[in-house]
Every structure is written in C-alpha cells, then in structure tokens.
C-alpha cells in the first residue's frame, strides 16, 4: 500500500549556518530524501526546518508551516548548543513531529527514516481503504486517523480506544484488525460488554461444554476460541463484570483458558482491541476496574475526538452518509440554509448522531433538486429566537451612541424620534386616532408633528405622510 518518491520541502531558518546547510542538504541528497528547497509549488505532507537557535520567531515559523498539525514537520537542530531540554518541548507544541540534532554521521539515516515511515503511514491514511471509512481531514481527526494506522499497521499489541459514544469506536477497531500485518491472520470478534449477563460472562468469554449447566445442549467455542489467531474487540469494556476481569487478565498474560465445564487447557492467541466511553482511571480509584487490567489492556492509547472538536468534518461526513443512505449512483445536494443548520448545531451523540439525522433528512427528501429545510423532521429543527420581551435591547441603544458620537443633539434626537409618528400612521393604515393610542399621546400632538415633518419635506413627498383626515 505505501508508495516511494514523496518530496520533502526543506526550511532554512535565518538562524543556521550557510556551512551547515550546505552540509545538510548534500547529506540527506545522498540518503534519497527527495528535497524541495525555497518556495512551497504544491501542497506538501512533510516537511523539515533547519535552524540554529531556538526564538520565539522560530516557533512562530513552526506553527504557519506545519498548518495546524496537517504537516509533519521535523525540526532539525543544526548542532546540540541549539536547543536544549526544556525548548525541545516548545517546539512540539508549536507543530514540531519530532525534534533532532543533526549528526553528520548518523544524522541522514536518523531523518531519512522518519521521513520513509511518515510518508508510508500517511499513504495508509489517505488511501481509499480510510477515506471512505472513517471521513474528515480536520486537524484533530488526521492526528487521529495517523495513530490508528501506526499502532495497526507497526505493532501487534494491544489497544485501548477511548472516547465518548458515537465516535467511531467499533470502525476504529476494525481499521486496526484490516491492517495488521500478520501472517494467517483470523478474524475480528466483536463483543459488547454491555450485553455480557455476569451468569453466563463464562460462557460468552470461555465458551461451554455440552451439559456444563442448564441449556447447554452442546459445546460452544467462546469469544477467546473464535479470535484466535485474529482478534478480539471488547466494546464497552468498562462494563465488564468484575469477576471476569480477573479471568481476562489471566487469559492475557497466560494465553490459556478453559471451557466452562472442562478440565482441558486451551491456547489461544489473539490482538486486543478494547473500546470505552468511560475514564478507566477514574474507574481505578473507585475500586470497579483492575488497575493490572488497565495496564495491560492500555498498551496504546488512541482517544477518538468528540464531533464539537472536528465541526471542519461535519460537511464531509454529511456527504458520506447521505450517499450511503441514498446509494452511491445518487447525488445529493444541500441547501446552503441547511449545511448551515448542519454545521452549526450539537451533537452529543457525535458522529453516529449526525448519521442519524442525515438519513431522517434523506428518507423525508422527494424528487430532484437539493435538500431542503423542510426536510429537516419538526423535533430536529431549531427553535426560533423569542423576539426581546423590552422593545428597547442593545441594538436600539447602540444607534443613539453613535449618533452622538457622530455629533447629534439632544435636539436632532428628539426632531428624529419623531418619525415614530410616520411608523405609527403606516402601521395604522394611515388612521391617526390608532397611531395616536399605538404611540400613547394624544391625535392633536400627532397631527402636530406630522405637520412639522411635511414641512421640512419636498413637496413630492407630501403625499407619503398624509393622513386620510377621517378623524
């Protein structure tokens, strides 16, 4: 799946040194990293900066080059007196993959080879395997889809994803099990803890032998059984009773178990793939969750961000699912009103929420042209601002400041609020016996200045402000 040949858009900060540029550049030339020096033609996924004293400017520098993380950069440290321990820390934050101090012995193999494993984890990421899966390209997601896919495709070990419901835990664990690397490997075993009745937890893990207990017709391989050689994805692990987290860790660190009602020892072997809504510490501290298990299941960490710290991917993941919904030969459309609706709402059920109503919005949609806002089912539209219960808000107030600001008297004030004569009349239909109770002061001062205001108007005008004297 990786492919060679990825361009490497080399920085040179002001800071270093012309004698070790040249030095850099030659080097890494001749380790097959394929720079671009200067100006940056086309959207580039790695990147190196080369500098020779840490600043503010340069972590400034680090932040607008790294575009928000989408960048992996490698900051390179032309000698060890440039940066030391605690400024190494400041460049991370600021964007920084990683941090190096050049070596012109080890110095082009150590950066040639995190450019070979960035670049072949970045294919991974955006091959059409991920994209069409596990959609966006927000800063917080693509850090996300990045782990996922080293933890999957380098290591074998065991994995703990964390999040809130609706994140996409279970495809996260399934991205993990597609890419592993092993040999022969077998199938992914979903289990959800939540589902688990402590009664028969033995059975769902262990699996039984016929006439173990009551109901057991005949023998059943459990979850441990089925996934080896491929793996076994907890979901909710957290709700797992606690007499089976005990047996669980022995099955971890032993590779063996028993059937319920068997005296024979069975091997197994398996990747770990674990999911929770909850904080396992937190559960540690209040005595419901083993911390030895915690250890061993948090080999990696991966937490899935919620959808309010991605709300860049709410336009992808609309498109994805309303394709889904309507079929892939389909193309549907949204109103601008609703994208905006869309983007701008919560979510507290996050991703699986948003799928949800996409396809409420898609089964209500008939005939061509885009969605629409009467698409949107009545319980998910938005309530409708409650008009100020004071006529008088922050809008009116703001008007009278800067008019004075802008030189108006208490004069012109007055003379101008007195066009409350012209509104009332018209929203009267010209009655001046209504207008006058609308405005609370008497018809004769009504009619005062309505006169006053005809008389600083040009004739054509007269008409506009007329009443109809019928009172």
């Not at 040949?5 to 920085?11: C, D, F, R, S, Y």
């Not at 671009?36 to 340069?58: A, D, K, M, N, Y």
Request: aromatic share 6%; with cysteine; charged share 25%.
């Amino acid at each position: 799946m990786p492919s060679n040949g990825h361009k490497v858009h080399l920085t040179i900060d002001e800071s270093a040194s012309a004698e070790r540029r040249a030095t850099v550049i030659e080097a890494l030339k001749r380790s097959k990293v394929d720079l671009v020096i200067g100006q940056r033609g086309t959207e580039l996924r790695i990147g190196i900066l080369l500098f020779g004293r840490t600043s503010p400017q340069l972590s400034e520098r680090l932040r607008q080059l790294s575009d928000n993380g989408r960048t992996r950069l490698l900051a390179l440290a032309e000698h060890s007196g440039a940066i030391s321990g605690r400024n190494t820390w400041e460049l991370l934050a600021a964007g920084a993959a990683d941090v190096l101090v050049w070596d012109d012995a080890a110095g082009p193999s150590r950066v040639a080879a995190r450019v070979r494993r960035w670049t072949e984890i970045d294919d991974v990421v955006d091959s059409p395997l991920v994209r069409n899966n596990l959609v966006g390209r927000s800063p917080a997601w693509l850090a996300t889809l990045r782990q996922l896919v080293e933890v999957a495709y380098c290591t074998d070990e065991a994995v703990l994803l964390v999040g809130e419901s609706g994140t996409g835990k279970e495809l996260a664990a399934k991205l993990i099990h597609t890419l592993d690397r092993r040999g022969n490997k077998g199938e992914l075993v979903v289990l959800d803890c939540t589902t688990v009745v402590p009664e028969l937890s033995g059975s769902e893990l262990f699996g039984h032998e016929r006439g173990a207990f009551t109901g057991a017709i005949a023998t059943r391989d459990g979850a441990f059984a089925l996934a080896d050689g491929g793996s076994l994805f907890l979901d909710e692990v957290g709700d797992l009773p606690a007499t089976m987290q005990a047996e669980l860790l022995r099955v971890i660190q032993e590779k063996t178990y028993k059937r319920v009602g068997s005296n024979v020892w069975k091997r197994t072997s398996f990747r770990l793939i674990c999911a929770t809504n909850r904080d396992l510490r937190v559960e540690q501290a209040a005595g419901r969750f083993r911390s030895d298990l915690y250890h061993r299941l948090a080999t990696w960490v991966c937490v899935l961000p919620p959808l309010r710290e991605r709300t860049e991917d709410v336009a992808a993941l609309t498109d994805h699912f309303a394709r889904q919904k309507a079929g892939a030969e389909e193309t549907i459309a949204f109103e601008p009103t609703v994208r905006d609706f869309l983007a701008g709402r919560a979510y507290p059920g996050n991703v699986r929420e948003l799928q949800q109503l996409v396809a409420r919005m898609v089964a209500r949609h008939v005939g061509p042209g885009p969605i629409t806002v009467g698409d949107i089912p009545p319980s998910d539209r938005p309530v409708p601002t409650a008009p100020p219960a004071h006529w008088r808000d922050d809008g009116f107030d703001r008007a009278i400041q800067q008019a004075v600001a802008r030189g108006a008297t208490y004069e012109n004030l007055v003379a101008a609020a007195r066009t409350a004569a012209a509104v009332g009349l018209l929203r009267e239909d010209d009655d001046t016996q209504r207008a006058a109770d609308r405005l609370g002061v008497r018809r004769r001062t009504l009619q005062l200045w309505l006169k006053e205001m005809r008389d600083k108007i040009e004739p054509s005008g007269q008409d506009a402000l007329s009443g109809d004297g019928r009172h």
